[in-house]
């Protein structure tokens, strides 16, 4: 090997690389791609080159000159729950398969947010993009910017534009879930939620009020603003009706997590003194005392259905037409709903934990 060459304060290249192993540029670039025949004697002395120069590929001129950036915008309000958690293991799992990096953006549920983030994901010449929208109709989505780019959205619609989405039967899931309190002899249920313009929210209040009319029980629907408690305070306003509601619906994963903890600060007991059912598990509801009956989501199967997709549309050489795809919701029956279910060793130690006491143990989920 020839000897080292001195570059000046910038970035090793190529040329710098292809000089100190002692070999044509043309060379030291077949091996470094991978693509094109170098003997092993060969390559090792250019990879050797490469480490003793701190060389990196400069991915922004190769995807210049391959027109691909191998990089995936995902777009999504956090990842703070299990089910949004799940959901993005599954796509990055899928998208490394594929050498594809994923870069993640979130927006808090923010469409100021969402539309910024997208823009700068676009800037950087992403080859696609995963989204869940926290504004199902917003500008962003209208722009010629993104209409070159695949998008495939999850969890939530882009509403009137031409793109995929990956979804559950969110109404099915929350009839299910309500015909099972119905099921326990219930007839005041109430159903309580934020963020009642998402499409989620309003396909589950459907599934509600679908449940309820079959029964011929009065809707008691509270839709609150998620800050200053506002679940503890509709709470409240329920608990002073001459006939208050006996088991709450929760919307979802947020409503379930303030209303298990409004309701132990008022000593309500679950289900003694109100049923629950919740759509979508929260961390720790297999763990509670009583554990939490809910309805699952499958995140990994969207996640993954979610990137498929997207590597789908990246690899079409014609426009493929868009579809929705809607997967089953399960209900899990744990004991908050009223069923009774065998104590379970693993409830027992973490009731152990959070109460700090010896328990009266949890149940298997």
């Excluded at 079959?214 to 709470?235: E, S």
């Excluded at 509801?285 to 990994?300: E, F, I, N, R």
Aim: aromatic fraction near 6%; charged fraction near 20%.
């Amino acid at each position: 090997m020839t000897g080292r060459p001195k570059p000046s304060n910038s970035m090793p290249t190529l040329v710098h690389v292809a000089k100190l192993a002692g070999v044509g540029l043309g060379t030291a670039s077949r091996a470094l791609s991978g693509q094109g025949y170098v003997s092993e004697q060969t390559s090792a002395r250019i990879r050797t080159a490469v480490e003793q120069l701190g060389y990196q590929r400069n991915e922004l001129a190769r995807s210049l000159k391959v027109k691909r950036s191998g990089a995936i915008g995902l777009v999504v309000p956090d990842i703070g729950g299990p089910f949004m958690a799940s959901c993005v293991r599954a796509i990055q799992k899928v998208l490394r398969l594929s050498e594809y990096t994923l870069i993640v953006a979130f927006t808090d549920g923010s469409e100021k947010t969402e539309g910024e983030e997208i823009d700068y994901l676009l800037r950087h010449q992403i080859d696609g993009l995963i989204i869940v929208p926290a504004e199902s109709m917003a500008a962003h989505f209208r722009t010629p910017q993104i209409a070159h780019v695949p998008v495939v959205a999850f969890d939530q619609p882009v509403v009137g534009e031409d793109y995929d989405a990956i979804l559950v039967k969110n109404q099915q899931g929350a009839r299910v879930a309500v015909e099972h309190l119905i099921g326990h002899g219930h007839k005041r249920i109430a159903c309580l939620g934020v963020y009642r313009q998402l499409y989620s929210i309003q396909q589950r209040i459907e599934g509600y009020r679908v449940a309820m009319k079959q029964a011929k029980l009065p809707m008691m629907l509270g839709i609150v603003d998620p800050v200053d408690d506002g679940i503890g305070k509709q709470i409240d306003k329920w608990l002073m009706l001459k006939d208050p509601p006996t088991a709450i619906f929760s919307l979802n994963e947020l409503t379930s997590l303030e209303t298990v903890e409004a309701c132990a600060v008022r000593g309500l007991r679950m289900p003694k003194n109100i049923a629950f059912v919740g759509f979508d598990d929260i961390q720790l509801g297999p763990y509670l005392d009583p554990p939490l009956t809910a309805v699952l989501q499958p995140a990994s199967d969207i996640g993954e259905q979610a990137a498929l997709r997207l590597l789908q549309r990246i690899g079409a050489k014609e426009k493929l037409p868009s579809k929705r795809l809607l997967l089953d919701a399960e209900l899990i029956i744990r004991g908050s709903c009223g069923c009774n279910r065998t104590k379970s060793r693993a409830g027992e130690h973490m009731s152990k934990l959070l109460r700090g006491y010896p328990p009266k143990g949890g149940w298997r989920s």
